[in-house]
């Protein structure tokens, strides 16, 4: 068996380029080559990353050398290619969200189950060393009785951003606007840390944007471990913040800005805290995606390519499992179905 698992990816626009500059990082995966219904765009990035313009989907998943494909559709078509994929054998790393509603997702989780091949949801954001950090400081136990675990993203998308593809802002192919597109990655880190809530009561708005869907947005949770918290999600927030997640416990509390902690207190210390402190415990983090889409690394990335890669050649578990990309969109489904209706939306009464 080759030691390289080979991918293609769906879809040649910006995120795309992430997905092929991180299989190029990645050593135990190689790219075969890019279909998008626009061939040229397909043809240009095969130039620049050396490798096939395929010109069908079809041609794509017949090819047998293709292990795994990426999707990087606008958010509305990611099932229709997941269902092609899976019914060809193929595995699947999945852009966020999987998809916009909750019948594509849970028909994408089905039939990946009965096709026996690996989704794997986009969440690269889990793996940075600060979330692994905050993770392992939960397991341990170090914040006590957790009280509050809550996400704040005050982001900035200029009207170009939203004009550029006509698909982003739209409730049949964004599925949403500030939460499930930028403030999704955000939500996910609260619920890898602190579970899934069991209610939540949720407002919104459009208020500076000409788009269907919000630009602004905030959730009140209460967790099923009894915690309560936040989340402020906008596109609307000049220039753009680094994005905020904030977990406050009975013994001690940690609050992370992008990539650096802005506190890292607990009442017992840890010969580690120090080092974390000198390393990660810095003023003037970087505004990560806060002001553009295309400020963020590929680094998450190929670690979710080598992970899926490494799960295809030894058949090992990737370290996401499809499940819990399944809860991250019921929990932002949630949300929205809290703002439509209303009233809060209560989880104990729902699958996951
Ligand atoms: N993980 C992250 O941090 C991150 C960041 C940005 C975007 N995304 C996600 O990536 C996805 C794509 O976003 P983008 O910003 O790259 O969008 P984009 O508009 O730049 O690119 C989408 C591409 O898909 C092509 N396309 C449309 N329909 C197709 C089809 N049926 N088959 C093949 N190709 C098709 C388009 O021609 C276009 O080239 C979205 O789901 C978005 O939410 C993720």
Same mark, same amino acid.
């Given at each position: 068996?080759?030691r390289?698992?080979?991918?293609?990816?769906v879809?040649?626009?910006?995120?795309?380029r992430?997905h092929?500059?991180?299989?190029?990082?990645?050593a135990n995966?190689?790219l075969?080559?890019?279909?998008?219904?626009?061939?040229?765009?397909?043809?240009?990035?095969?130039?620049?990353?050396?490798?096939?313009a395929?010109a069908?989907?079809?041609?794509?998943l017949r090819?047998s050398?293709i292990?795994?494909?990426?999707?990087?559709?606008p958010?509305?078509?990611?099932?229709?290619?997941?269902?092609?994929?899976?019914?060809?054998g193929?595995h699947?790393?999945c852009?966020?969200?999987?998809d916009?509603?909750?019948?594509?997702?849970?028909a994408?989780l089905?039939?990946c189950?009965?096709?026996?091949?690996h989704?794997v949801?986009?969440?690269q954001?889990?793996?940075?060393r600060?979330?692994?950090?905050? =993770?392992?400081?939960?397991?341990?136990?170090?914040?006590?009785?957790?009280?509050?675990?809550?996400? =704040?993203?005050?982001?900035? =998308?200029?009207?170009d951003y939203?004009s550029?593809s006509?698909?982003?802002g739209?409730?049949?192919m964004d599925?949403g606007?500030a939460?499930?597109?930028?403030?999704?990655?955000?939500?996910?880190?609260?619920?890898?840390?602190?579970?899934?809530?069991?209610?939540?009561?949720a407002y919104?708005?459009?208020?500076?944007h000409d788009?269907?869907?919000?630009?602004?947005?905030?959730?009140?949770?209460?967790?099923?471990n009894?915690s309560?918290g936040?989340?402020?999600?906008?596109?609307?927030?000049?220039?753009g913040?680094?994005?905020?997640l904030?977990?406050?416990?009975?013994?001690?509390?940690?609050v992370l800005?992008?990539?650096?902690f802005?506190r890292?207190?607990?009442?017992?210390?840890?010969e580690?805290?120090?080092?974390?402190?000198?390393?990660?415990?810095?003023?003037?983090?970087?505004?990560g995606?806060?002001?553009?889409p295309?400020?963020i690394?590929?680094?998450?990335?190929?670690?979710?390519?080598s992970?899926?890669?490494?799960a295809i050649?030894?058949?090992?578990?990737?370290?996401?499992?499809s499940?819990?990309?399944?809860?991250?969109?019921?929990?932002?489904?949630?949300?929205?179905?809290?703002?439509?209706?209303?009233?809060?939306?209560?989880?104990?009464?729902?699958?996951?």
């Open positions: 068996m080759s390289k698992a080979l991918f293609g990816i879809g040649a626009g910006m995120i795309a992430f092929a500059q991180a299989i190029r990082k990645t995966a190689a075969a080559g890019f279909y998008d219904v626009r061939p040229d765009a397909a043809k240009q990035l095969a130039a620049e990353f050396n490798c096939r395929y069908s989907l079809d041609e794509m090819d050398e292990r795994a494909v990426t999707i990087a559709t958010s509305g078509l990611h099932c229709d290619t997941v269902l092609s994929a899976a019914g060809a193929k699947i790393l852009e966020k969200p999987l916009v509603t909750r019948e594509k997702v849970e994408m089905k039939s189950s009965d096709n026996h091949v989704l949801p986009v969440f954001t889990r793996f940075t600060p979330v692994q950090l905050l =993770r392992k400081a939960v397991q341990e136990g170090r914040f006590g009785r957790m009280l509050f675990a809550s996400a =704040r993203v005050h982001w900035y =998308r200029t009207a939203y550029s006509p698909w982003r739209t409730w049949a599925g606007g939460l499930i597109n930028q403030a999704i990655h955000t939500v996910d880190q609260l619920l890898y840390l602190n579970g899934l809530p069991e209610s939540i009561s919104s708005g459009t208020l500076t788009i269907e869907v919000e630009d602004t947005l905030c959730a009140s949770l209460r967790y099923a009894g309560f936040t989340i402020e999600a906008s596109t609307s927030c000049k220039p913040f680094p994005r905020r904030e977990l406050s416990g009975s013994s001690g509390s940690a800005e992008e990539d650096r802005i890292w207190e607990f009442e017992t210390a840890k580690e805290d120090q080092e974390i402190r000198q390393t990660l415990l810095v003023p003037g983090s970087n505004a995606g806060g002001s553009a295309e400020n690394p590929c680094d998450g990335h190929a670690f979710q390519i992970d899926l890669a490494n050649l030894t058949g090992s578990a990737p370290a996401v499992h499940s819990e990309g399944g809860n991250t969109m019921r929990f932002i489904f949630g949300i929205y179905e809290s703002i439509r209706s209303g009233k809060p939306y209560l989880f104990n009464n729902q699958k996951g």
